[in-house]
Each structure stands twice: as C-alpha cells, then as structure tokens.
C-alpha cells in the first residue's frame, strides 16, 4: 500500500493491562510521528523519530507511555498499565524529511488511527 | 497546551455558502498546514502555507496567513455537503512538530 497503516484499528482492553500500537509509515519516509486525539479534541503531539535521531518524546503524558522504530521504518507505541484516560484514538504520520533546521516542509500523512478504549 | 486556537469551534451553513474559520497560534512557525477530519479518523492534509506566504489556493479552498497577527484563516467557497468535517488548523516549528487546534466543525446542509 502507498499509505501509512495501523493495526489494529480498535482495541478494547480492561484498565491495567499493556497494549502496542503499531505503525507502518510510508516506504522510504524517514520522519514518524505519533498524536493522539481524545473525543471531540485535537490532535496532541506524543513523538517524534527521525532518522537515526534520539526521538522527541517531550509530548509523552507519563512514563507509561513508550515507543520504539525498528530499522528506521515500524514504530510501535506501547503504553503500559493502561488507564481509562488513555482512551483515544492514536494516529500516526510520515513525512519525506524532518530534520530540524531544514528549509525545505514536507506534509504529513497520516494513517487511519487505532482507537483505544480502555474499560 | 496546544499551538493553534480555531474559532468559531462550530459552523453550520447551508450548500453554496462560504464557510470561514480562523487560527491563532503563540510562538513563531515554519509553516501553517490545514487538515480535514471525518467522523473522528482519517485525517487529510489540504493545505500548507509557508511562513513567508500570504495567501495560497487550492481550488475552493483559500488560506491567508498574518504572521504579524499570528492568525491565518481558511474559506471554503460554494461549500457542498461534502464537506462536512472539523477542519483543524496545525502550525509546524523549526523541528518539524506539528501542533494542532482544537478544530472547527463544520456542517453543510443541503
């Protein structure tokens, strides 16, 4: 596919448990950032890998919130001991470039988002 | 806290109308970006107006941006049903992160 994806699309978990989201960006993106969006709101910044770069994660809520890109490319959100306010819906976006400092933009795509309820 | 700041949060027009939405944000920018949003997922990207920009189309959509004032404005010309959507505006810094509005919705009636 030409889009960025994530599995799964909803996930319904009981408070306390772990659950990982994951990321497939767009081949060859080397930008990937990760938002999440709770009902009727915008979206928040959680983090931000490029390249080979140490990731922003200014945006992560707790400590319980963790993410990894494997090989420049899957990224995977984990968030640990799930709580009932994590319930959201988790998007993901590439870019071509992010390098800080550059001149040059490039648009964001976003992928469809997973949607967490924790129960 | 978020960046931008979208106003009205809601608009409710009837097809055919212009549909107009504003966004203010606090810190200094790369560039301002307009997205479309349906029924909570799918989020796309309409426009991108750099900082040294002032206006920029895009078929029905027009998008001015002030960095003066820190605002920029979207109109939707001859809106159609289709377009109903929140709409949010998101500013880009230096780094490359995007920061969002809360959104504006928008419902078009027939």
């Known amino acids: 596919g030409a889009g960025v994806s994530q599995s799964p699309s909803n996930k319904v978990t009981e408070k306390g448990k772990d659950v990982e989201l994951r990321c497939d960006p767009i081949s060859g993106h080397t930008a990937l950032y990760w938002y999440r969006q709770s009902l009727g709101q915008g979206l928040e910044f959680l983090i931000y890998f490029q390249g080979n770069s140490a990731p922003d994660k200014s945006g992560l809520p707790s400590d319980r919130f963790s993410a990894e890109r494997t090989g420049g490319s899957v990224s995977t959100l984990t968030i640990q001991r799930t709580q009932q306010e994590d319930s959201a819906v988790y998007l993901c976006?590439?870019?071509?470039?992010?390098?800080?400092?550059?001149?040059?933009?490039?648009?964001?795509?976003f992928g469809p988002g997973t949607r967490l309820t924790v129960l | 806290s978020q960046q931008g700041e979208e106003d009205p949060q809601a608009l409710s027009i009837q097809e055919g109308e212009n549909a107009t939405m504003n966004c203010s944000y606090k810190t200094s920018i790369n560039n301002l970006q307009w997205y479309r949003q349906n029924s909570g997922r799918g989020l796309v990207h309409l426009i991108l107006i750099r900082s040294n920009e002032r206006e920029k189309h895009s078929g029905r959509l027009r998008v001015t941006l002030d960095t003066s004032k820190k605002s920029s404005s979207l109109l939707i010309t001859a809106s159609r049903a289709a377009d109903t959507a929140s709409y949010f505006c998101a500013t880009e810094d230096s780094w490359g992160k995007l920061q969002f509005g809360a959104g504006t919705q928008v419902v078009v009636t027939p």
């Open positions: 976006a590439s870019s071509a470039t992010g390098t800080s400092g550059r001149s040059a933009t490039d648009t964001q795509y």
